[in-house]
Nanobody
Framework: QVQLVESGGGLVQAGGSLRLSCAASGRTFSNYGVAWVRRAPGKEREIVAAILWNGSPTYYADSVKGRFTISRDNAKNTVYLQINGLKPEDTAVYYC???????????WGQGTQVTVSS
C-alpha cells in the first residue's frame, strides 16, 4: 500500500500560480501511475491530469490544457501539478490518486484546498 500526502494549496488571486505536490511513501512509487483529481463544491469529481509511472503525461482535461502541467520525480517519490493562470473556476479540493501498474486499486491522499479569488 502507498500513502499519499498532498500539499501546496492555498488562496490566490486569479491569474496566479501554485505548485501542488503529492508525496508518496510506503511502496516503490515509480511503479504507480498518478492522477490529479479535483472536486469543486456542487460539482462532479474531475480528473485534471494524469501521468504514467515513467513520467509521460497521459491526460489533461480540456479545461486545464495549457495552464496545468503534471510531472514527477521518482527519486523524491513526488508528483507535482504546476498550475498557472488560475481562474475562479479552478477553486476545488485537489487530490492525487495512485494506481500500481497492473492493479485496479486506487490510493488517495487527503486533498489540498485551492481557492482562487476574482
Amino acid at each position: 500500500q502507498v500513502q499519499l500526502v498532498e500539499s501546496g494549496g492555498g488562496l490566490v488571486q486569479a491569474g496566479g500560480s501554485l505548485r501542488l505536490s503529492c508525496a508518496a511513501s510506503g511502496r516503490t512509487f515509480s511503479n504507480y501511475g498518478v492522477a490529479w483529481v479535483r472536486r469543486a463544491p456542487g460539482k462532479e469529481r474531475e480528473i485534471v491530469a494524469a501521468i504514467l509511472w515513467n513520467g509521460s503525461p497521459t491526460y489533461y482535461a480540456d479545461s486545464v490544457k495549457g495552464r496545468f502541467t503534471i510531472s514527477r520525480d521518482n527519486a523524491k517519490n513526488t508528483v507535482y501539478l504546476q498550475i498557472n493562470g488560475l481562474k475562479p473556476e479552478d477553486t476545488a479540493v485537489y487530490y492525487c490518486a495512485a494506481r500500481m501498474v497492473g492493479s485496479s486499486t486506487y490510493y488517495w491522499g487527503q486533498g489540498t484546498q485551492v481557492t482562487v479569488s476574482s
